[in-house]
């Protein structure tokens, strides 16, 4: 089944898309620097990684035990 059918698939796409976008552009800067069309997408879940970044720390977390324990 695909992700986009399962919620906690998607939620896992999801939150695995944010943590890589914002660790590529801590060791890239350049490399996400557009900021509209489909790459914009890719800045935008690396700006969501970079504020909310406690957050997005426990959702892994929490996610992480989901996929363990279920």
């Known amino acids: 089944m695909s992700a986009l059918f ?3 698939s998607f939620l896992t796409v999801v939150l695995l898309t944010i943590c ?3 660790y590529y552009k801590l060791i890239n800067p350049g ?3 557009q900021t509209t069309g489909f790459r914009g997408l ?3 879940a690396a700006r969501i990684g970079e504020r909310l970044s406690p957050w997005v720390g426990l959702s892994c ?3 992480g035990f989901s996929i363990l324990f279920t």
């Open 20 to 22: 890589s976008c914002t």
């Open 6 to 8: 399962d919620f906690q």
């Open 61 to 63: 977390i929490v996610m």
């Open 42 to 44: 890719f800045w935008k």
């Open 31 to 33: 490399g996400l620097a």
